[in-house]
Nanobody, 121 residues
Framework: QVQLVESGGGLVQPGGSLRLSCAPS????????MGWYRQAPGKQRELVAT???????NYADSVKGRFTISRDNAKNTVYLQMNSLKPEDTAVYYC???????????????WGQGTQVTVSS
């Protein structure tokens, strides 16, 4: 069973930076899109940034100019560089991928276990 493994969360002061990483735990036949979502306490999960196989990226308005999503194709890893962090960025960040595990399986949505990001002084 393929899983998405995330890393890089933690506690950071306002104005600081963090980089999140996410990669499948095993070999993958094809990855169509990857992205990051977040969920703050008492709020719904929301899109942060996405990357598609064509290299198209998309960002939530609240993070534009501060966050950057990128992909290392050789490692099947997606990164989220977060700069100028604000207390309102505090949330559990989830990695998401639309991918086919094998050549005979169709694309499916996979989620990571989540990593906590806390922005506080």
């Amino acid at each position: 069973q393929v899983q998405l493994v995330e890393s890089g969360g933690g506690l950071v002061q306002p104005g600081g930076s963090l980089r999140l990483s996410c990669a499948p735990s095993g070999s993958i036949f094809n990855i169509f899109a990857m992205g990051w979502y977040r969920q703050a306490p008492g709020k719904q999960r929301e899109l942060v940034a996405t990357w598609t196989k064509g290299g198209i990226t998309n960002y939530a308005d609240s993070v534009k100019g501060r966050f950057t999503i990128s992909r290392d194709n050789a490692k099947n890893t997606v990164y989220l560089q977060m700069n100028s962090l604000k207390p309102e960025d505090t949330a559990v960040y989830y990695c998401n991928a639309e991918m086919a595990a094998t050549w005979y399986s169709g694309p499916g949505a996979y989620w990571g276990q989540g990593t906590q990001v806390t922005v506080s002084s």
